[in-house]
């Protein structure tokens, strides 16, 4: 089963910044578009950002200006800056790989394992 592995995470202040990382096979990556999700507890799994195989960027209203996507194809990795973090930004981060094939085919989702990022004093 192909799993994309993140890193980063962790406990913060308010205010403070995190970055999380996800490298996917270079067989998926080259042709997804790539997402960041996060659930927090009691809540449903929200996208947050996401960066389309031709780099187009695109943010969840509440993270727009703090949160920042980005992708490097040659290391086949995607990337979340995170700063001025909130209390309300706490939650488990998702990285998601999207395969479109259009033609009415059902598009390939490949998920990281989740990463933990905590914003307390």
């Known amino acids: 089963q192909v799993q994309l592995v993140e890193s980063g995470g962790g406990l913060v202040q308010p205010g403070g910044s995190l970055g999380l990382s996800c490298v996917a096979p270079?067989?998926?990556?080259?042709?997804?578009?790539m997402g960041w999700y996060r659930q927090a507890p009691g809540k449903q799994r929200e996208l947050v950002a996401a960066?389309?195989?031709?780099?187009?960027?695109s943010y969840e209203d509440s993270v727009k200006g703090r949160f920042t996507i980005s992708r490097d194809n040659a290391k086949n990795t995607v990337y979340l800056q995170m700063n001025s973090l909130k209390p309300e930004d706490t939650a488990v981060y998702y990285c998601n790989a999207r395969r479109e094939y259009g033609l009415g085919i059902r598009p390939s989702d490949y998920w990281g394992q989740g990463t933990q990022v905590t914003v307390s004093s």
């Open positions: 960066v389309t195989s031709g780099g187009r960027v």
């Open positions: 270079g067989s998926i990556f080259a042709f997804s578009n």
